[in-house]
């Protein structure tokens, strides 16, 4: 079964991932920008990042025959730092109209403050004006609250709603997203948020239609492989395939498509590696 993985953090994991990926069935996949693990010290490390997502990680991943996406934005985590934030959203612009950048995110909220209101909107807003869809992270903590702050920027916003995927949702939000017409992400975890029993449940409850699932694996504890795992569990649930792949594959196929920059297809440009090697040493 093809899997297209649509929030991965892979610049936190290792070859050996990508290589367990693309054995479980995973040929396309979306990174999304997000922090690194600790503050970030000025724009010039947003700037490296970025290079990298469109670059080095694409590179990455068509070593393993997976085709690499990714997002662009300022990630909420770090919306509330005054020191690089004008600046970070100033680069922006230079990198939403870049090959490979189906969409504007991870943007939202983290902790719900003034700071993170503010860029929501100026992400949803250049969203709009690169007519790109957007994916928004919704909060870890009051998260019904933030998530109905979220639709209500959404709405304020002008985008069609259909353009927008409000990811983390739980059993609390679900139906409060799909009510609103936008998409519905589920991020599917070894210890938080949702596991692969829940999503079962809940797509019994829900069906298909608007949603999507994720690993959004990233330097915490979390399993790359954790689309695939979902899959498995629907079809042993009585789940027929052709849902299942709808979820795994049809929902993030056209969702991401509405940026007209989706290639399934791996590029095997040797340039996007910008110099680097990952096949050093002699040969066995």
């Known amino acids: 079964m093809r899997i297209f993985e649509p929030h991965i953090h892979m610049s936190s994991r290792t070859t050996d991932d990508y290589e367990a990926m693309a054995a479980a069935g995973v040929a396309a996949l979306v990174e999304p920008s997000f922090w690194t693990g600790q503050p970030r010290s000025g724009v010039g490390s947003f700037v ?21 996406h990714c997002t662009i934005a300022l990630n909420p985590k770090e919306a509330n730092d ?45 969203a709009v004006e690169f007519d790109l ?58 210890l938080t948020k949702m596991d692969e029993r829940r999503m079962v449940l809940l797509a019994q409850d829900l069906g298909t239609r608007r949603i999507i699932v994720n690993s959004a694996a990233d330097w915490g504890r979390s399993d790359p492989l954790k689309v695939a795992k979902t899959a498995q569990a629907l079809l042993a649930a009585g789940f027929a395939q052709s849902e299942v792949e709808r979820l795994v594959w049809d929902n993030p196929v056209e969702f991401y ?20 090697s990952i096949q050093r040493g002699e040969r066995a």
């Open 48 to 68: 490296d990042y970025f290079n990298a997502l469109i670059g080095w990680e694409r590179y990455r991943a068509g070593q393993f025959g997976i085709a690499h």
């Open 82 to 126: 005054p020191s690089f934030r004008a600046e970070v959203m100033e680069i922006l612009p230079r990198y939403l109209a870049k090959d490979g950048v189906v969409g504007v995110g991870e943007t939202g909220y983290d902790s719900i403050t003034p700071a993170e209101d503010e860029l929501l909107a100026q992400h949803l807003a250049l």
């Open 133 to 190: 869809p957007v994916l928004v992270h919704t909060p870890h903590r009051d998260k019904l609250a933030g998530t109905r702050r979220t639709l209500d920027v959404v709405k304020e916003s002008g985008i069609a709603p259909e353009r927008v995927l409000v990811d983390h949702n739980n059993e609390l939000t679900a139906q409060v997203v799909l009510d609103a017409g936008v998409w519905a992400g589920f991020s599917i975890y070894p």
């Open 257 to 276: 498509a509405q940026s007209d920059r989706l290639e399934l297809t791996v590029q095997t440009d040797d340039s996007l590696s910008q110099g680097n």
